[in-house]
């Protein structure tokens, strides 16, 4: 996008700008500034996701500096976001993140986007030695390498398939068949995979699983398959245009079963608004929602608060990418405080050590540097709009069976 | 039974890239331009009708006129203006230029659009046809059979009318065509802004089939390419032949082998009758 490498330009030379200034006077206020690196997705196929991202990144750093910036050993240091555009070619993502590193000096890394890239960058922060913080993976294959430096902010897939199987199967006896389809790729086939799993393990009949290459334009064929085996569950994985353009297929070759579970689209607005009356009733899950409540430590306070500032700066209401990527700062801001330090690492075992409430959940991570303690919330879209039906203590409403 | 179903979804989804391509094969087989900008093209046709649709209420397929008009005074301006001067230049350069065209405008496209996915839902929505086991999706029957309208027009023009002729002449010999007085650069121009035409055309025609977003331009222009070579270039049935040739395998390949692996049977057949008959399907020289 024209307008990011514009920026990013412009940035780059007020960043330069400062830096001599602060040389030329105390050469302290150069030292005043913590340096976050994301290297995102701006331009390309996956541009929708990157600028959610920056989104969210962008309303912690302006908040955080609003109040002062970061308190560390009594001196207050500006937060300042390093962005390179990778343009969705993961190796690029690697290289950004080793160039932010070693010339831009960050002093900490949010991680690119999804699974995928978010997995081939960590290995070059650890190298390095340098915090990480992933607002977008949630394969446990990102975490398991041992790595010291990598955090993510999203729970594991399961915790997103569980809880709607669990609600499912208590509430309708009758569901007994799934389709899953799932698009052949890291994210969208590990979370299909949970979901085979989970509905073997209480006895539902698998009867299709079907993937779908990156770049389908017609779903016909797998459609006509499913609808020949009579799922009462279509269970389908992708982004947002496949989800879409799957949804309309269903319709148009009659498959319209009591249960269609689509992920991950459906938290996002632009769904709705693009799937119009075929978007109802669908349900999904995701590892946030605007509805939930939580009274957090960190800079944004409650849930609420999040959501009204969210709303002063950008309209409507923030998604759970969004929202994980303000959080992925909030925490961040929370370790180096706790840390008294911008060390990487003191601020790395501060981040190991962590165990707060934020307005985005309770934050602990696991051994692998994943967090365990969020319950990611279940929901269904109904007249127009997000009902959350899950965990119980937010819920806004009760499952809806689609009628045959 | 179920393969009657697959075979329709086939049918339907050949009829779709028949409309995707025919104008990228004009393009290529007449000025021997590979248009990169083609699939660009289509999503700026969807724009236009998903816009007449959200804040004029006009239908899509009205709109197929107001995007075909619009498309043709870009594609006709961008050959006038910017592609004639290296028209006679290896096909690289023109592909590279087209290319960076594409690039532009894709990315103003991003600006002005966002990247974010819109679409197109009738009032009105065109439903199902049920007959027998056999569903047919009513939109892309309607779309189809609209497309395979302005084919026809497209292949009645070429044949008929004293410009379609010029058109012809300048791809069957560029030197004959200038000596008999034909404008070739005019030509040119018309026959870039006519593929564009069709692209647009075609693009308000998805509109109401596929989600909208500039990022979907290289989808398009991928099935484009593939149809074009599988039928033969530069001739209107065998766009025609490709586009239902390449829906058919997709579908059977699907079906039988599992969607992953539909687009590689269709690339793996290509390669082979790539080998086996290089001027594809139907491809001759000329439109007859």
């Known amino acids: 996008m024209l307008s990011s490498r514009i920026s990013r330009r412009t940035f780059a030379a007020a960043a330069t700008a400062a830096a001599l200034a602060g040389l030329s006077t105390t050469g302290a206020s150069a030292q005043d500034v913590i340096r976050v690196g994301a290297p995102l997705p701006l331009t390309g196929p996956l541009s929708p996701e990157g600028v959610k991202q920056q989104r969210g990144y962008d309303l912690w750093a302006e908040t955080a500096n609003a109040k002062g910036g970061i308190k560390v050993d009594g001196k207050n240091y500006k937060v300042e976001i390093v962005y390179v555009d990778y343009a969705s070619n993961t190796p690029r993502a690697v290289q950004a993140a080793e160039r932010l590193i070693t010339e831009d000096k960050v002093n900490f890394l949010f991680s690119p986007f999804g699974s995928g890239a978010a997995k081939a960058a960590s290995s070059v922060s650890e190298k390095y030695g340098i915090p990480t913080l992933a607002a977008t993976a949630s394969s446990v294959q990102v975490y398991d390498q041992g790595y010291k430096y990598l955090f993510g902010t999203f729970t594991p897939n399961d915790t997103l398939t569980e809880p709607l199987l669990e609600i499912v199967t208590a509430k309708n006896k009758d569901v007994k068949r799934v389709a899953i389809l799932a698009r052949n790729d890291l994210f969208p086939l590990a979370i299909a995979q949970e979901m085979d799993k989970g509905a073997k393990t209480r006895n539902l009949e698998v009867v299709t699983f079907e993937r779908y290459a990156i770049g389908t334009m017609d779903h016909a064929a797998a459609i006509t398959q499913m609808r020949a085996a009579k799922p009462d569950w279509v269970f389908a994985t992708g982004y947002i245009n496949d989800l879409i353009l799957i949804r309309k297929q269903m319709n148009d070759l009659g498959l319209n079963p009591p249960v269609v579970t689509m992920i991950a689209g459906p938290a996002y607005k632009e769904f709705i608004e693009a799937g119009g009356a075929l978007a109802e009733n669908i349900s999904s899950a995701a590892w946030w929602h605007p509805a939930v409540r939580y009274k957090g430590q960190d800079l944004f306070g409650t849930t609420e608060a999040f959501n009204e500032a969210w709303t002063k700066k950008y309209g409507g209401e923030a998604d759970y990418a969004e929202a994980s990527a303000a959080a992925a700062g909030a925490v961040l801001q929370l370790a180096i405080e706790k840390a008294n330090s911008i060390d990487p690492k003191k601020v790395r075992d501060a981040l190991a050590a962590m165990d707060v409430e934020t307005f985005y959940g309770k934050v602990k991570f696991g051994e692998t540097g994943q967090i365990t303690s969020l319950e990611p919330p279940v929901f269904q879209i109904q007249d127009g709009k997000p009902v959350v039906i899950h965990p119980a203590a937010i819920k806004q409403g009760d499952l809806k069976f689609i009628g045959r | ?288």
């Open chain 2, 1 to 288: 039974m179920i393969y009657l179903q697959v075979l329709a979804n086939g049918l339907v989804l050949g009829g779709l890239y028949a409309c995707i391509a025919v104008g990228f094969s004009l393009v290529w087989g007449v000025l021997n331009v590979i248009n990169i900008l083609h699939g660009t093209f289509i999503v700026l046709g969807s724009y236009v009708a998903y816009y007449a649709y959200a804040y004029a209420g006009i239908h899509p397929f009205a709109s197929v006129v107001i995007a075909g008009a619009l498309l043709y005074v870009v594609g006709h301006g961008i050959q006038a203006g910017v592609i004639n001067r290296v028209i006679t230049a290896p096909v690289l350069i023109t592909l590279t230029l087209t290319f960076g065209l594409d690039l532009m405008l894709n990315n103003a496209m991003l600006v002005a659009f966002t990247a974010d996915y819109k679409k197109v839902n009738l009032a009105n929505p065109l439903g199902s046809i049920e007959i027998g086991p056999v569903f047919l999706p009513g939109d892309r029957v309607a779309a189809m059979v609209l497309a395979l309208l302005l084919t026809l027009l497209l292949y009645r023009l070429l044949r008929d009318s004293r410009i379609g002729r010029a058109i012809v002449a300048v791809r069957m010999d560029r030197e004959a065509a200038a000596l008999m007085g034909v404008d070739v650069k005019r030509i040119n121009a018309v026959t870039f802004g006519l593929g564009a035409l069709m692209a647009g055309a075609a693009g308000a025609l998805l509109s109401i089939i596929y989600p909208i977003s500039p990022l979907n331009s290289s989808m398009f222009l991928g099935k484009a390419f593939v149809v074009c070579v599988l039928g033969g270039l530069g001739s209107v049935p065998g766009a025609m032949v490709g586009g239902l040739a390449l829906g058919i395998i997709e579908s059977f390949g699907a079906s039988w082998f599992g969607p992953e692996h539909a687009v590689t049977l269709s690339f793996g057949l290509l390669l082979l009758l790539l080998f086996v008959r290089p001027s594809g399907l139907l491809g001759k020289r000329g439109y007859e």
